[in-house]
């Protein structure tokens, strides 16, 4: 799969926020490790999740959230806006959230899987493949691809550290990059040492879904939609991980966003 070529004349964020529709938000929760914002839009409730991100914990009083209990009554592209606050991990955590609250859902014809393991899997084969951040899928694929390398902040065994991304990630046929590279503002640095023939890929619950990522090269988003608002929102606010907000009522899917069709 060959690169349309990327575009970083145009900041990401701004073009995502663009064609957005604006809604009402309806509920804001910051869990232990997830984030989700529900908006309505057009009289249609939908709920948008970020892994929650933190600054390190300090004892005293923290403005952390210096508006909460106010979020509600943000206009909704406003808080979706706060997925460029680079001084506040949980304030963009926030912002992803809602972001992908009002992104309207792909269009089933952009619709390839649902399993990111798998369509690694297949486009990995006989290839050397980078991923940006540890998944639980790593030990299976790394013995189904050509070769697998994962830089990782704080990696594990086999783990490179994150900082050797400008020698690992030009060699690679296929590069899958965690959504968290959004929410943390290192996406587009990581997208700029990605090989132009390279099959890109940006997964996670996080993710975006959105055909703007097109015009940055990336050609795969393997991301979540949330069917069942009230049971996530449960799990979230007691602290769950993403395996039981999952099974809570969330569906995870793979797009091509430049699928024909999907545009908005």
Known sequence: MSSQGRNPGVELLPALLENLPEGEIRDVRIGLHWTAVVTEVQGALRCGLCSTLSAPHEHQESTRVPNAGELESMPARQLAALAGDRDNPTLSSVGVAALNSLLPPPPEESWIGGNAEEILTQHGQGKRVVVVGHFPFIPPLRERVGRLDVLELRPR?????????????????????????????????????????????????????????????????????????????????????????????????????SASGWSG
Do not use: W
């Open 157 to 257: 065994a086999e783990d490179l550290p994150a900082q050797m991304a400008p020698e690992v990630i030009p060699q690679a046929d296929v590069v899958a990059i965690t959504s968290m590279a959004f929410a943390n503002n290192t996406l587009t640095d990581l997208l700029q040492l990605c090989a132009p023939e390279a099959t890109v890929m940006l997964l996670g619950p996080s993710t975006p879904l959105s055909p703007v990522f097109a015009e940055y090269g990336i050609h795969l988003l393997s991301g979540s939609i949330v069917e069942a608002i009230d049971p996530v929102l449960k799990m979230i606010s007691q602290g769950a991980h993403f395996r039981q907000v999952h099974r809570a009522g969330v569906r995870l899917i793979t797009v091509a966003p």
